[in-house]
C-alpha cells in the first residue's frame, strides 16, 4: 500500500507532517532510524504506521505509564490492536495479555524498559515475530540528558537476544550533539536513517542585553509598559529575584503575579488561573512555572537572569508565540548570573542517589551546559542560529532577524551612510 494511503486509510490525516514519511519509509524498508523532532510534530505516528505496514509485532519501549496508557487507548479507539505491559497492570492482566499477545492479538506493545530483560517478557518475546523496535524517549538512555533511565541501556542486548534482530528506531525531544552520540551508539543503531526537523520557530524574536541589576530594571519597566496590554513571563533565577521583580512592577502598576516552589499550592493554583484568563499580565517566575501550562498568547518571555543550560532557556523562552503570532524572547545578561547559575549547580540536589564521583561527573556536566549557555549570551553571532546548531541543525545561514542580526545590520547602514557622507 502506499504510504500516504495508509496513513488516509489507518489514522484518517491527509498529509504527513515534516520527517514522518522518510522516517516511516526507513524503516519499513527495514533500515534503523534516529529521529529528532520536537514536542508535538507526531513522532508517535512514525513507528505506529510501520507497525501496521510491516509484518509481525511492533514493541515500543517507553518510560511513562501514562504516555503508555494514552496512546494505547488512542490505538484501541481507531481500530488498532494494541496492548501495554507495565506495573499498572494486575498480575492476572498481565497473564491474559501474554496469553493474547502469544495468539498474535497485537500489532503494538508498549512495555516499560523494566520488563525487557525479565524472564516472562522474554519468554515471550524469544518465541515472537518482531518486526521493529521503537524506543520512544530515547534521550532516557543518555546521561547528558534529563530524564536518564539505566534500564534503557539494556535495550540493545535484548535486541540482539531476540531470534531475528528487529529494526530499531529512537525517537526524542531533546537533542544536542552528546545525546544524539549516545542513542546512536548506546542503543548500538546500525548504520541509522537520522533526521533532525523543526526546532525553528520562526515567529520568535531571539535577544539578549548586558547590563547590571539597574539596567534590567530600568530596561524592564520600559518594555514591559510599552507592550501594555500584552500577556509575558518574566523568568529569574531564584524565588529572591522573583519577589523583587515582581514588586518592582507593581509598585510602577503594572498588573504582575508571581510564582515559585516557595509558595503555598494554593496561591500558585490562583496566579496561574489569573494569568491564564488574563486577569494579570505579567508573570514573574522561578522555572517552576511553565509545566503543562498551555496559554497560546503569551507575546514575549524576558529572562531577567541567564538559566544554567540552553534547553531550560528554550523550553521556556519556546512558551511565548505558541499562537504563531509575533513574541518576543529577551535575555537579560549581567555576569552576576555566571557566579548565581554555579551555585544552583552545586546545590543541586536532584540526583541524591548518586555517590560522590558520579555527582563530580553530573556537576562536569552541567558545567560544560553552562559555558554553552553563556556563549549564547556573548555571542556576535546569529542567536537564531547559535541555537538551532546547539539542537543538531544545521540552518542556511544568519536569521536576519533576531537581535544579533539587526544590529550587525544597523551598524553596516551606519557605516554606508558615514561612507555616502564621505563622499559627498
Ligand atoms: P510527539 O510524540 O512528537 O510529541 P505525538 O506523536 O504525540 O507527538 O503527536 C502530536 C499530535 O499530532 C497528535 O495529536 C497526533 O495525532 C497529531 N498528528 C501526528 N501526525 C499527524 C499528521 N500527519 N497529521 C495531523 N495530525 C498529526
Ligand atoms: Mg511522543
Not at 9 to 37: I, K
Not at 291 to 300: A, L, N, T
Not at 392 to 401: F, K, N
Request: hydrophobic share 40%; aromatic share 10%.
Amino acid at each position: 500500500m502506499e504510504l500516504l494511503e495508509a496513513l488516509k486509510t489507518y489514522f484518517g490525516y491527509d498529509s504527513f507532517r515534516p520527517g514522518q514519511e522518510a522516517v516511516v519509509s526507513a524503516l519499513c524498508s527495514g533500515r534503523d532510524v534516529a529521529a529528532v523532532m520536537p514536542t508535538g510534530a507526531g513522532k508517535s505516528l512514525c513507528f505506529q504506521l510501520p507497525a501496521l505496514l510491516l509484518e509481525g509485532i511492533t514493541l515500543v519501549v517507553s518510560p511513562l505509564i501514562s504516555l503508555m496508557r494514552d496512546q494505547v487507548a488512542a490505538l484501541v479507539q481507531a481500530g488498532i490492536p494494541a496492548a501495554f505491559f507495565n506495573s499498572a497492570l494486575t498480575e492476572r492482566q498481565y497473564a491474559l495479555a501474554l496469553e493474547r499477545a502469544r495468539a498474535g492479538r497485537y500489532k503494538l506493545i508498549y512495555v516499560a524498559p523494566e520488563r525487557l530483560g525479565t524472564e516472562r517478557f522474554l519468554d515471550f518475546a524469544l518465541h515472537a515475530e518482531i518486526a521493529l523496535l521503537a524506543v520512544d524517549e530515547a534521550h532516557c538512555v543518555s546521561q547528558w540528558g534529563q530524564d536518564f533511565r539505566p534500564h534503557y541501556l539494556e535495550i540493545p542486548d535484548f535486541a540482539a537476544r531476540l531470534p531475528r534482530r528487529p529494526v530499531v528506531g529512537a525517537f526524542t525531544a531533546t537533542a544536542t550533539q552528546a545525546v544524539r552520540r549516545d542513542m546512536r551508539e548506546l542503543l548500538q543503531l546500525r548504520d541509522p536513517y537520522e533526521i533532525v526537523t523543526g526546532f525553528d520557530r520562526p515567529n520568535l524574536f531571539f535577544a539578549v542585553r548586558h547590563g547590571r541589576e539597574q539596567d534590567k530594571r530600568a530596561w524592564l519597566l520600559e518594555f514591559v509598559k510599552r507592550h501594555g496590554e500584552d500577556s509575558g513571563i518574566v523568568y529569574c533565577a531564584t524565588r529572591k529575584k522573583v519577589e523583587e521583580v515582581c514588586a518592582l512592577l507593581k509598585a510602577e502598576g503594572v498588573p504582575a503575579g508571581r510564582y515559585h516552589a516557595g509558595l503555598e499550592q494554593e496561591e500558585r493554583g490562583r496566579s496561574q488561573e489569573d494569568f491564564l484568563w488574563d486577569r494579570i499580565r505579567v508573570m514573574v517566575a522561578t522555572n517552576a512555572f511553565g509545566m503543562g501550562i498551555d496559554k497560546s498568547d503569551v507575546r514575549y518571555v524576558v529572562h531577567y537572569n541567564m538559566p544554567k543550560d540552553m534547553e531550560s532557556y528554550y523550553q521556556e523562552a519556546g512558551r511565548a508565540g505558541r499562537d504563531g503570532e509575533k513574541a518576543e524572547c529577551v535575555l537579560l545578561y549581567s555576569s552576576a548570573d555566571e557566579q548565581t547559575a554555579r551555585f544552583l549547580i552545586q546545590q543541586d540536589r536532584e540526583n541524591e542517589a548518586l555517590d560522590e564521583a558520579q555527582l563530580e561527573q553530573v556537576r562536569r556536566r552541567d558545567y560544560t551546559r553552562l559555558r554553552r549557555m553563556s556563549g549564547y549570551c556573548h555571542t556576535g553571532d546569529c542567536l537564531r542560529r547559535y541555537l538551532l546548531e546547539y539542537f543538531g541543525e544545521t540552518p542556511p545561514g544568519r536569521c536576519g532577524s533576531c537581535g544579533n542580526c539587526l544590529e550587525q545590520q544597523e551598524a553596516v547602514d551606519v557605516t554606508a551612510q558615514a561612507a555616502a557622507i564621505l563622499r559627498c
